[in-house]
């Protein structure tokens, strides 16, 4: 892959010039879509998209949008089986809609003890910072138009030591910073968290040593769990949706053989913890999430299309039996 090193530097595309919009507009109809703004002492600028106010589904579409950089597009429809709702997306640059945006990939930190705080930053910002190994293999920056967002999923607003590190390292005084905050068990949050069911695909397809700069477009489906009643249950479901349900289209170019192995170990059945709720994963490692096997994370089916040889090649399967268990769905 040394080849393609640093392939998106000095890309025309910017992910803050066509996410601005996408965020202005969250703000201005804020409290049509249930959402509460408010600014830090610091001076940021607050989403709340389900802690204090109740948020709900077409929030978390747009937020699931921003996260992509303005480089996707988001979709609820209609759904079958385990969920009658599921969500939809796309891309027509998915390596830097979901790797250099989406991708939860910047970890902030403060505090210690049970009032530590802890999240995983998506969305523009990262692409300002930079504090990611991937960004040196991508090659991409980006220059903010007025401001940069973050999202985070998280049931508290940001302490002063994360909006000072997040303005440090991106550069920007923090009233030009805005921070979008998702908790797991909200409509919006439910919604972003599967709406990155491209994304997953796209960096299991890097750890895989697929050339990212193959993958062409992009497309993804998975359904919409209803919340979980408490963090851990809607962490799993929403895990189940992507790693179960999840199913996706890749466009790539080179030869045939990269995309048949592609498309036989990009599933999450390659992993050696499939099979299991992602909850009774979780507990059986004892909440340490790094002891789970990172080749999970991954849609449950996959069509991987060669352009330059016509040819198409399948792999995995959606396992509804194990989707209705983990979302709680009967019959009346």
């Not at 802690?51 to 077409?58: A, Q, V």
């Not at 830097?96 to 210690?112: D, F, I, N």
């Not at 799993?236 to 349900?245: F, K, M, S, V, W």
């Amino acid at each position: 892959m040394s080849e393609h090193v640093g392939a998106f530097a000095n890309h025309p595309l910017s992910l803050h010039r066509l996410c601005t919009p996408l965020v202005a507009s969250l703000v201005a109809n804020a409290e049509a879509l249930r959402l509460k703004l408010s600014r830090s002492p610091e001076g940021a600028r607050i989403v709340d998209a389900g802690i204090e106010t109740p948020g709900g589904l077409e929030a978390g579409r747009q937020i699931a949008a921003i996260c992509m950089g303005g480089l996707g597009q988001v979709s609820l429809q209609a759904g079958q089986g385990a969920s009658r709702l599921a969500v939809t997306v796309g891309s027509l640059q998915p390596v830097l809609a979901c790797l250099a945006s989406q991708y939860a990939g910047w970890s902030l930190s403060a505090g210690e003890g049970k009032s530590a705080f802890h999240a995983l930053g998506s969305g523009p910002a990262r692409a300002l910072a930079r504090k990611e190994a991937l960004f040196a293999e991508l090659g991409y920056t980006d220059v903010p138009v007025d401001g940069s967002v973050l999202v985070l999923e998280v049931d508290r607003a940001p302490p002063a030591e994360v909006i000072a590190k997040v303005s440090r390292d991106t550069g920007l005084a923090p009233a030009a910073l805005t921070f979008i905050l998702t908790p797991t068990r909200s409509l919006a949050g439910n919604f972003q968290v599967v709406a990155r069911v491209l994304e997953v695909a796209l960096h299991k397809a890097h750890a895989l040593g697929f050339a990212l700069t193959d993958i062409i477009d992009g497309h993804g489906s998975a359904p919409l769990p209803p919340p979980g009643a408490d963090f851990l249950s809607g962490m799993g479901r929403t895990n189940d949706a992507i790693l179960y349900g999840g199913s996706i289209q890749l466009y790539v170019r080179g030869s045939d053989e990269a995309a048949a192995n592609l498309a036989a170990q990009l599933p999450s059945a390659s992993s050696r913890d499939y099979g299991k709720p992602f909850g009774q994963v979780f507990k059986e490692y004892k909440y340490d999430f790094y002891q789970i096997d990172p080749m999970l994370f991954a849609p449950a089916a996959v069509t991987v299309s060669n352009l330059d040889s016509g040819r198409s090649f399948q792999g995995g399967s959606v396992d509804e039996a194990l989707l209705r268990a983990s979302f709680g769905t009967g019959t009346a």
